[in-house]
């Protein structure tokens, strides 16, 4: 089967922790309506995704209050608050980082995050991000994941080739760039598939 793995190099949010910007916002909108309403037309996933590439939350926030000045405190509220966003790990997740730490297989990360919102979260999380040797966090290289360049970047880092790795990912794209760019890629549909992948690498 050619070039058998031997790190593996985990995605962040909805693979090692749920992403839910609903986790903050329901506890400061009271109607279920209003909610949605403002999380599908203010506080956008999209609109967040600028912070992922590099820019700051002082910027993208003061551009989108002026466009909704009647919400400047809800949106204030998601630079500051945005661990409440993450509330807990994925099922069975912190178990494979665990059981592959005490295996010594080396393991990094890749994650499109915030250069100012990751180092609390890290914090925050640092029991299960204790074993790895090195993260690329998208915000601080301002480069985001499907990028060739962000994958280029990681592996020269963590001196691997792609054949050595095994990338895990909840999102198509950047799981197609990451086989683009000769790793071993798995589209993350829960801990039980992808421990089940592990073993049959031989990784577990």
Request: a negative charge.
């Amino acid at each position: 089967m050619g070039v058998r793995p031997t790190a593996v190099i985990f995605d962040v949010g909805n693979v090692l922790y749920r992403w839910e910007p609903r986790a903050l916002y329901e506890r400061l909108i009271d109607d279920d309506q209003a909610l949605d309403a403002f999380l599908e037309n203010v506080c956008t996933k999209e609109w967040h995704f600028q912070h992922d590439a590099g820019r700051d939350f002082a910027d993208t926030s003061a551009e989108l209050t002026q466009q909704y000045p009647q919400h400047a405190e809800l949106i204030a509220a998601w630079g500051p608050r945005f661990n409440e966003q993450l509330p807990g790990p994925v099922p069975g997740m912190p178990q494979i980082v665990a059981d592959l730490h005490a295996a010594k297989v080396p393991i990094f990360g890749i994650t499109n995050f915030s250069h100012e919102f990751w180092p609390p979260f890290r914090g925050r999380e640092e029991a299960v991000f204790a074993p790895f040797r090195d993260i690329v966090v998208s915000g601080e290289e301002r480069m985001v994941k499907p990028d060739p360049a962000i994958y280029a970047l990681a592996l020269d880092r963590f001196g691997l080739e792609g054949p050595d790795a095994v990338f895990v990912d909840d999102s198509p794209p950047n799981v197609d760039a990451a086989r683009d760019a000769g790793i071993h890629a798995v589209l993350f549909t829960g801990a039980e598939d992808f421990r089940a992948e592990l073993e049959r690498l031989g990784l577990l």
